[in-house]
C-alpha cells in the first residue's frame, strides 16, 4: 500500500514573508496521490489550493515563501531535499502542470511546434537522446491524443492563431507528451465556456484512464471533481478538512465546512439557494487559533478555539478534520 | 402587452472591426447583437443565458445606454428610450441601473465607498441628506456603517459587489440589470449576493435583467430564460420548463455540459448529447442557422436557411428548423 504511493505530502507548512508580517498559509496540510489516481482538490480562493501544488513542483517564488516544515515525497523522494538538477529530472520525468488560463501558459512568441517540442525533449525521453524527427513525431502524435485537427499545420502557429479550447487542448497535450507519472491541473476549464470545460474534462479523463496517469485537479467548482474524480480532498484556509471517495463526499459530507459548501452551489433542480456560509476566509498574517474553521462555523465548540483538529478516520478512506467526529462522540454523531 | 416593463424589438448591434480591400473599402462588421426580441415583465426576473462572444453583455450595454443600437427599438413602459433622431431621454436614465460583472474594476479606488455610493445621488439630485441617504442604502445591503469611509481595496469581492448594488439602487430604479453580478466569486459569497437581491427585488418590486452562463444559478433566480447564441436567441421560456423541457439542440448541449453535485441533477440533464466544436468567431457566422456546424439534429435546410422563432407551446418559443 505505501509504495503504491506516488505523491504524499506531509505536515506541509509554507509561510510568506511580506511586509508587516509573517503570512501563515500552509499549515499542516496532509495529502496523498496514489499511482493511477485521480484526486481533486477543493476549496475558495485563496485557501492555498494552488500553493500546494507549487510546492510540490518546487515553484514557489521563494523568497516571499519558505517551507517551514513537512516533506513531499514523490515516488519515496522527498522533493524539498533534492538539487537542482536532481529536481529537473523528477519534474520532467514525473509531473506537469496544466495551468488555469492557458493563454499566459503558452509563450506567444514561440511556436506551438517549438514549445511542445521542448516539451518532449525534457521529459522521460531525455535519458534517450531521441532525435528530432522522432521528437516532431511524438508532438504530432499528442495533438492527435487530444483531438486537434491537422497537427501538421498547428505545430507552425503561434499561440495567437488558436481558441482558447485549443489552447487547453494543446497545454494539455505538451503535459501528456513525455509519459508523465502525474499531471496537475489548475482549474483546466475554469477560464473557458461550460461547453468545451465539458469537453477538456472528458478529454483529460479519458487520456488518464488510457496511460494511467495520476491527476490533480484542483477547482473550486464542487460539480467538476464530481465529474472526474476518484477522492476528493476539501481545503480551507491552509489545511485539508476533509478526503473522501467521491460518491461519499457528495452523498455524506462531514465536515461543517463541506456541508456548507454542498448547500451553497446552486442546484438545477431549483428550489433557491442556501445562505451561504458567513464571514470570508480568514486573514493569514493573524489565523484563528485551533480550527482556522471556527470563526464561521455554526457547530463550533470551547475546544476549536484552542486545538488544532486532526484528521480522524470514518471508515473507508473517509476522514475529516473536525472535533465534531473525534472519538468518543464519533458514533453518536455520524449524521 | 399588459404588464412588461421593458420590451426590446428586434434590436441589432453591429461593431465595424476593420476594412477589407483597397478601393472599394468594404467594412468588417461584428453582429454582436443581430435581431433580438424579449419583453420583461414588472417584477419578474428575466435570465439571458450563453457562451462567452455570444453578445449578452452587448445586449445589457445597449439597454443601459453605454451603446447606441445599430437598429431595432427599447421601450420602457410602453415609450421608447430614444427620440426622434436618435437621442436617448435622459429622464428615464434612473429607472434603469447595472452592476457590472467584476466589482473589482467597476468601482473607482480612489474614492471612499461614500462617494461611490453618493455619486448618482448628486449626479441626479435626492432629495433629503446625502449622508442619510447612504447611511440607508448601506443598510439595504447588508453593509455596516462605518464602511462609507473605507476605500474599495479595504474590502472583499463579496462586498465590493454589495457597494455595486447599493449604487445601483441609489436612484431608485424599477429595472436594473445584473451582468453576472457573481461570477467573479466563491459559491460561499455568491449565495450571499443572490439572495440579498431576491430579497430586494421583493421588498422594492425590481424587475431584474439576470445575465449569467452558469445554468445552475439561473435556475435558482430566473422566471423566465432566454438563451442566446451568436448575437440570437435560440430559445425562450419559464424558467421551470426551460430546464425541464428543452428543445433547441444548443440549450440541450449547453444543459448537458453543466457539473453538478447530486444524481437527481444528474436525471434531468440531456442524455446522449455531447459537447462539440468551439462557438465560431462572430465575424464569420455560419449561413443559415450559426449554431448548425456544432448540432447534432442537422438537417440540410439548417445551413441554408435561418430558421424563425416558433412557439411550440404556450410561452415557450424556439428558433430551430426541426419545430417549423
Redesign the interface.
Known amino acids: 500500500m505505501e509504495n503504491d504511493l506516488l505523491l504524499d505530502i506531509r505536515d506541509l507548512h509554507v509561510v510568506f514573508d511580506v511586509f508587516g508580517g509573517t503570512l501563515k498559509v500552509l499549515d499542516g496540510v496532509d495529502f496523498t496521490v496514489r499511482s493511477g489516481e485521480k484526486v481533486g482538490l477543493v476549496g ?2 485563496g485557501c492555498g489550493k494552488t500553493t500546494t501544488m507549487k510546492a510540490v513542483l518546487r515553484v514557489l517564488p521563494m523568497p516571499p515563501a519558505r517551507v517551514t516544515g513537512g516533506e513531499i515525497y514523490f515516488k519515496g523522494r522527498d522533493i524539498l531535499q533534492m538539487t537542482s538538477r536532481e529536481l529537473g529530472r523528477v519534474r520532467g520525468e514525473g509531473m506537469a502542470m496544466i495551468f488555469q488560463d492557458p493563454t499566459t501558459a503558452l509563450n506567444p512568441v514561440f511556436t506551438i511546434g517549438t514549445q511542445l517540442e521542448a516539451a518532449v525533449k525534457y521529459s522521460a525521453a531525455r535519458e534517450k537522446r531521441l532525435p528530432r524527427k522522432q521528437i516532431r513525431e511524438r508532438a504530432v502524435a499528442a495533438l492527435k491524443e487530444v483531438a486537434l485537427p491537422d497537427p501538421e499545420r498547428l505545430l507552425k502557429n503561434y499561440p495567437f492563431q488558436l ?1 482558447g ?2 489552447r487547453q487542448r494543446v497545454c494539455i497535450a505538451m503535459a501528456v507528451a513525455g509519459d508523465r507519472k502525474l499531471i496537475i491541473a489548475d482549474e483546466p476549464g475554469t477560464s473557458l ?7 477538456i ?2 478529454l483529460l479523463r479519458g487520456l488518464t484512464d488510457k496511460l494511467n496517469t495520476s491527476i490533480v485537479l484542483i477547482t ?5 471533481v ?2 472526474l474524480a476518484d477522492r476528493v480532498y476539501v481545503m480551507y484556509a491552509g489545511n485539508m478538512v476533509e478526503v473522501a471517495p467521491t460518491r461519499e463526499l ?1 452523498s455524506q459530507p462531514l465536515h461543517p465546512y463541506t456541508v ?18 458567513p464571514g ?1 476566509i480568514p486573514d493569514y498574517l493573524n489565523p484563528p487559533t485551533g480550527c482556522r474553521f471556527h470563526p464561521r462555523c455554526d457547530r463550533s465548540m470551547p475546544m476549536c478555539t484552542q486545538e488544532k483538529p486532526r484528521f480522524v478516520n470514518m471508515g473507508g478512506d473517509h476522514q475529516v478534520a473536525c472535533f465534531l467526529y473525534t472519538q468518543g462522540e464519533e458514533g453518536a454523531s455520524r449524521p | 402587452m399588459n404588464g412588461d416593463l421593458l420590451t426590446v424589438t428586434d434590436l441589432k448591434k453591429h461593431f465595424i472591426v476593420g476594412h477589407r480591400g483597397i478601393v472599394a473599402r468594404e467594412p468588417i462588421t461584428v453582429k454582436a447583437v443581430d435581431g433580438v426580441s424579449f419583453a420583461v415583465r414588472e417584477g419578474e426576473t428575466f435570465g439571458l443565458v450563453g457562451e462567452s462572444g455570444s453578445g449578452k453583455s452587448t445586449v445589457a450595454y445597449t439597454v443601459v445606454g453605454m451603446y447606441r443600437p445599430t437598429a431595432g427599438d427599447i421601450a420602457f413602459r410602453g415609450e421608447s428610450l430614444y427620440e426622434k433622431g436618435g437621442k436617448r431621454r435622459s429622464d428615464l436614465r434612473k429607472e434603469i441601473q447595472i452592476v457590472f460583472q467584476d466589482p473589482g474594476s467597476s468601482l473607482n479606488p480612489r474614492r471612499t465607498i461614500k462617494d461611490i455610493v453618493g455619486f448618482p445621488l448628486r449626479l441626479y439630485g435626492s432629495d433629503g441628506n446625502l449622508q442619510t441617504r447612504v447611511r440607508e442604502l448601506l443598510q439595504m445591503v447588508e453593509l455596516p456603517e462605518d464602511y462609507m469611509y473605507k476605500y474599495p481595496q479595504m474590502l472583499g469581492g463579496g462586498e465590493k459587489q454589495m457597494v455595486a448594488i447599493a449604487r445601483a439602487l441609489a436612484t431608485d430604479p424599477s429595472f436594473v440589470i445584473l451582468d453576472e453580478p457573481t461570477s467573479a466569486l466563491d459559491v460561499s459569497i455568491q449565495a450571499k449576493i443572490i439572495n440579498l437581491l431576491l430579497r430586494l427585488q421583493r421588498e422594492f418590486n425590481l424587475s431584474y435583467l439576470f445575465i449569467t452562463h452558469d445554468l445552475s444559478l439561473m435556475r435558482n433566480v430566473a422566471s423566465r430564460v432566454a438563451i442566446m447564441y451568436l448575437g440570437k436567441i435560440c430559445e425562450v421560456a419559464e424558467a421551470a420548463e426551460f430546464f425541464r423541457n428543452p428543445y433547441h439542440p444548443y440549450t440541450q448541449m449547453l444543459l448537458s455540459s453543466i457539473p453538478v453535485v447530486s444524481e437527481e441533477e444528474e436525471e434531468l440533464k440531456p442524455k446522449r448529447i455531447t459537447s462539440r466544436g468551439e462557438i465560431p468567431s462572430p465575424v464569420n457566422v455560419p449561413s443559415g442557422c450559426s449554431f448548425h456546424p456544432r448540432c447534432s439534429q442537422c438537417g440540410d435546410t439548417c445551413s441554408a436557411d435561418d430558421p424563425v422563432m416558433v412557439e411550440v407551446e404556450p410561452g415557450h418559443v424556439v428558433r430551430c428548423h426541426k419545430f417549423a
Not at chain 1, 473550486?220 to 467538476?224: A, E, F, S
Not at chain 1, 456548507?260 to 456560509?277: E, Q, S
Open positions: 475558495e480562493t481558441s479550447g485549443m465556456d461550460v461547453s468545451i470545460q465539458d469537453q474534462l472528458r473550486h467548482t464542487l460539480g467538476v464530481r465529474e457528495f456548507g459548501l454542498m448547500a451553497a452551489v446552486p442546484k438545477l433542480t431549483g428550489g433557491g439557494i442556501a445562505d451561504g456560509i470570508r
